[in-house]
């Protein structure tokens, strides 16, 4: 079957052990203020434009007639500099395993392998199963954010050798201020993840003055309990890429707080 | 508490062989200082004089240049001097004019007092000099490979005993200044080095010190007496029986001889600014560590291991280091390599023994001199001792055959086989003129070179290859829209490329973001430059030159990235006009690249064992890539994937986008910012905007 890809990172560092290579599934059910990665929010493929060379010449708002420019409000083919693409690929899972796996020599050597990330791959569950089926000679690895019902978090579990889950909030209402939807879904799932033996990190982004408040961190603690904790310190940068999609970055941003890792028995802060 | 981001080493001595363990061991969270840092392995503290350093950042000695701008040439001419008599006297007379300085808590002394070397010939003896022969870019002799080891261990009174006339006459000279250092040494109270220079170079070294004293008058009088691209050769093989002597007599510690090291490293920074190339740092003060002896064995050491460490402390552009590896080599020292990279300098560069020796010895390199090799000024393999090859002697530019090819055989070609057979045809036709094209080649006569190299065992001539991904993947595209998709007509395609694709943009769009590329694993870019590779090493084989020696074919640039780019208008591999090539053996500029992995791939595929006369991949990181635990293994891990994939040669940059445009921005800020251009790095800022903007444009489609 097929699936919808962002895009795909070859010597990917920061997402698991070893040099790996991670997938990056299109569509998200949560809507985080802070989140890095706009384009990987709507399911369907989107235009991007890299704004920041943009001559803003305006070829790509001429008409055209090519099929493939239909959706778009721009054509994709006249931009001297290359900057108009469509974010989203179809990908077919017998392909990408196949190109994954060309790979997989390399993946050995450094101790890595292939980690499916987001947008969140919960949401395309039966095609990113699939995948993983394909890959079982490799270490895998899912980055979800846990919003899913059970069958499809177990699923998705029982074919991975390393699971990495966001924790964000532990406050319901603050959840849904933030991400756009309760966290019930999500607690449950930790309850599971937790119960399943697998090995797994948690990691919780630092948001200044949102997530990484000592209320908020010592309540995760308290849900964690002694599972491995990955803080990940705020990217300036995180606002980069959404005029690119149309999309306006609201969140001000600022400096982490004086984070005290104590709070966790087992974390560490993520470089 | 706070949470420390990166690894600090807090360690009581340096043990550097358990530096690996550590890295593996140390993590950081919830950890408090236990004792005082003597060794930081990330922040990279010297060890060597505070004073001295920033004396020489500061330039201070600077201000005891004079310039030396006597129109030698003229007099010579008029007195009727033979080259040999212009380049002794010359020698003796800057000799004679360096005013001996001893600089603050220096260990290693000399420094050079005048600016300029006047040139020896007037124009118009250079242009007789040049209608009878072929001079080889100055026409002064460069990019060797000279004998430190046998001059180091007898000592200069010795070789003068079977030199003629001229180079007794240079060693007087070398030793009569060494007279003046030791006098000034004296007279400042350092007796240290006056002891160091009652030795040296009169005599054989008989410690560490004598020996890289040594080093640094013999280096220095090369430098003086107008040879250039002067490199350091297998600096830990030569260096080693003197340092392990001093560490088993327990006169140096690991931090001591650091130290000294790093003093020693500085030297060649002091005079380097006088030693301009084609860009400030392009000077070919290459240092080779590593690699196996001419017995099999592995000649990285401890010493190798500390001027790792040296230069990640020092983050300078001199010494310029190269790493030599091979299947057998364990991941530690990848790892102790990789620390340097992420110091940003661009060093090492690796080349591979396994690929490289075997290729040597096929060009008719003896196996133990083959087993010996080191690079020239950037990556030329050549050997040391007794190789006088001249590496850099021509360029090949692939772009500019396929060019051809275009615009006069395409309409004729019926095939894609038809297009490569022109394409063979071109590069033979091209080989052939230029071979041809050098004979007579004549070098100033050198007559301390002569000291320092007097076995001449190999005079091949290297050719470099510039260009082949642009042409690999101009051909390909070729392939695909012309002959198998039928897309466009040959006729259609050459109109397109003349015209800079400004009446096809659809075309252009196709050719850059759809067309196959070299940098993604596939074949269809990489098989076509194999074969150009091939086509190179089929032209040059068998050929002898005017020497002679033989041809070797090479995937360097040099600088030949811009010169040749300009060569030729558009491409079709949808390159415009006026885009530089990529560097050496690299990914074109703006092909989009799935990652590092298939770069390797994609450049690990052709046949280096008939085509060695170096030319490195570039592997450019964000340097992101270096934050987090594991970050050095990742990266060691790569390099190790290139060399048992059967890599012939890489370089590392680890860059940061944004630095380097806030750098083109506020120069005043970035003064030690170091980036690396081709086969050397360079301070960002001392460079001309072309270079710059070509290291900026790289770093676009890093991952």
Known sequence: MTGI??????????????????????????????????????????????????????????????????????????????????????????????????????????????????????????????????????????????????????????????????????????????????????????????????????????????????????????????????????????????????????????????????????????? | MKCRLFYTFFVQSIDIGKIIGIIENVRYYNSSAPTVPLFNIISGGTLMSEKLLNYILEKKHHEFRVDYTENLAEEYSKKGFS??????????????????????????????????????FTEAEWSEIKSEHFIHELGYISNLSPNYEDVIAKGLLACRESADEYSKRAIDNIIALADRYKAEAERVGRADIAAVLTRVPRYGATSFREALQFFRILHFSLWLEGNYHNTVGRFDKYMYPYFKADMDAGIYTP????????????????????????????????????????????????????CLIASRNLKMIDPKINLRVSKNTPIEQYMLGTELTKAGLGFPQY???????????????????????????????????????????????????????????????????????????EITAECDRVTESIKNLWFVPSPFMNVMLTERKYKNFGMHGTGIATASDSLAAIKKYVYDEKYITSEEFVKAVDDNFENTPELLDKLRNEAPKMGNNDDAADSVSVALLDMFADALDGKTNCEGGVWRAGTGSAMFYLWHANDIGASPDGRRKGEPFGTNFSAS??????????????????????????????????????????????VASIVKYFIDRGGHQLQLNAVNLETMKDAQAHPENYQRLVVRIWGWSAYFVELDREYQDHVIARQEYTV
């Open chain 1, 5 to 271: 890809v962002f895009d795909i990172k070859e010597f990917s560092v920061h997402d698991g052990p070893g040099v790996r290579t991670t997938v990056f599934m299109k569509g998200c059910p949560l809507s985080c203020k802070w989140c890095h990665n706009p384009e990987g929010l709507s399911p369907t493929p989107e235009i991007m434009v890299r704004t920041a060379r943009c001559r803003h010449c305006g070829l790509c708002k001429a008409h055209c007639s090519h099929v493939d420019c239909k959706p778009y409000e721009r054509c994709l083919h006249a931009c001297p500099d290359g900057l108009v693409s469509v974010v989203g690929k179809v990908w077919d899972s017998d392909e990408l395993a196949k190109k994954l796996l060309e790979n997989a020599d390399f993946m050995e050597t450094s101790g890595g392998g292939v980690t499916v990330s987001g947008g969140e791959p919960t949401m395309q569950a039966d095609f990113v199963c699939e995948l993983f089926d394909r890959l079982s000679g490799v270490h895998r690895a899912v980055e979800t954010c846990g919003f899913c019902g059970s069958d499809k978090f177990l699923r998705i579990l029982d074919r991975v050798e390393l699971v990495m889950m966001d924790v964000k909030l532990a406050d319901p209402a603050l959840h849904k201020k933030w991400c756009g939807v309760s966290n019930e879904p999500i607690l449950a799932n930790l309850e599971r993840l937790k119960k399943s033996g697998k090995p797994h990190i948690i990691r919780v982004p630092l948001i200044p003055n949102i997530t990484d408040t000592r209320e908020n961190l010592f309540a995760i603690s308290e849900l964690i309990g002694d599972s491995p904790v990955e803080l990940l310190p705020y990217n300036p940068f995180a606002g980069a890429k959404y005029e690119g999609v149309g999309k306006i970055y609201t969140l001000d941003g600022g400096e982490n707080a004086h984070v005290d890792l104590t709070i966790f028995k087992n974390a560490k802060l993520k470089a």
């Open chain 2, 589 to 634: 500029l703006f092909a989009k690249i799935a990652g590092p992995v298939s770069v390797v791939k994609s450049f690990t595929k052709q046949h280096f064992e008939r085509a060695i006369n170096g030319g490195p991949l570039t592997l450019e990181f964000h340097n992101s890539v270096f934050r987090g635990e594991d970050a050095i293994s990742k």
């Open chain 2, 255 to 306: 931090e001591t001889a650091l130290a000294l090291i790093e003093d020693f490293f500085l030297s060649f920074n002091k005079d380097s600014d006088l030693y301009v190339g084609v860009q400030q740092g392009d000077n070919g003060q290459s240092m080779v560590l590593g690699g196996i002896d001419e017995n099999g064995n592995d000649c990285f050491s401890e010493l190798s291991k500390l």
């Open chain 2, 351 to 425: 080349s591979n023994d396994d690929i490289v020796i075997p290729a040597l010895i096929k060009k008719g390199y003896a196996p133990e001199d083959a087993a010996n090799y080191v690079v020239a000024a950037c990556w030329e393999f050549i050997i040391p001792k007794c190789g006088f090859d001249v590496a850099n002697i021509a360029a090949l530019s692939f772009p500019k055959m396929v060019d051809n090819v275009l615009h006069k055989d395409l309409a004729s070609c019926e095939s894609f086989d038809d297009v490569m057979a022109a394409v063979k045809r």
């Open chain 2, 83 to 120: 080259p040999e008599e212009r380049m002794a006297d010359r020698f003796e007379r800057l000799c004679l004019a360096q005013v001996p300085h001893i600089l603050p808590e220096e260990q290693i002394c000399y420094v050079r007092t005048t600016r300029q070397i006047p040139d020896c």
